[in-house]
T-cell receptor
Framework: GNSVTQMEGPVTLSEEAFLTINCTYTATGYPSLFWYVQYPGEGLQLLLKATKADDKGSNKGFEATYRKETTSFHLEKGSVQVSDSAVYFCALSDMDSSYKLIFGSGTRLLVRP | DVKVTQSSRYLVKRTGEKVFLECVQDMDHENMFWYRQDPGLGLRLIYFSYDVKMKEKGDIPEGYSVSREKKERFSLILESASTNQTSMYLC?????????????FGPGTRLTVL
């Protein structure tokens, strides 16, 4: 079945450090891929998405490229801020059911000043 | 902007009680979802609804039921709450337009069952 695997956290970085959060997926067909972010005490917000191979999603300085050859969608940011501290979820659209998203387990990011 | 609201941010119930969690969206979305979020497990889908009065089981429906009498409202019901249902519950909605997979989430309800 379809699945998403994320690197385990927490990831702890100093402000202005480079961030990578790894995400790989298993899916049939060509799913859309998403990164959602959850700030403390809040629900999930869409951070970025990509709908086909080689697409790059970007938002708020974050980027991720849909790599079909490596079945990956790694999240990157060149210089993190304290305000980026949150839990990040990678997700894919379930091609067997167009309604559903399948989420990874989430990666907590803590950025220290 | 899409707004998804949930009736409570925090809820404390006793074992055996019947619990209602309410979710309302204001963007006329066809599809609505209930998830539970537990540490290390990510989000797991409990139930979803693709239209009024229509529902489908998700990955973990046991112990839960749902109701969708109006398009904007989707209720999650715990018929007899148990301690293993202590969790964060998240509601989401999505347009029914083909190819538009983005889901919009509410702030969550943290339920504690004693």
């Amino acid at each position: 079945g379809n699945s998403v695997t994320q690197m385990e956290g927490p990831v702890t970085l100093s402000e202005e450090a480079f961030l990578t959060i790894n995400c790989t997926y298993t899916a049939t067909g060509y799913p859309s891929l998403f990164w959602y972010v959850q700030y403390p005490g809040e629900g999930l917000q869409l951070l970025l998405k990509a709908t086909k191979a080689d697409d790059k999603g970007s938002n708020k300085g974050f980027e991720a490229t849909y790599r079909k050859e490596t079945t990956s969608f790694h999240l990157e940011k060149g210089s993190v801020q304290v305000s980026d501290s949150a839990v990040y979820f990678c997700a894919l659209s379930d091609m067997d059911s167009s309604y559903k998203l399948i989420f990874g387990s989430g990666t907590r990011l803590l950025v220290r000043p | 902007d899409v707004k998804v609201t949930q009736s409570s941010r925090y809820l404390v119930k006793r074992t055996g009680e019947k619990v209602f969690l309410e979710c309302v969206q204001d963007m006329d979305h066809e599809n609505m979802f209930w998830y539970r979020q537990d540490p290390g497990l990510g989000l797991r889908l409990i139930y979803f609804s693709y239209d009024v009065k229509m529902k489908e089981k998700g990955d973990i429906p046991e112990g839960y039921s749902v109701s969708r009498e109006k398009k904007e409202r989707f209720s999650l019901i715990l018929e007899s709450a148990s301690t293993n249902q202590t969790s964060m519950y998240l509601c989401a909605s999505r347009s029914g337009t083909a190819g538009n997979n983005e889901q919009f989430f509410g702030p969550g309800t943290r339920l504690t069952v004693l």
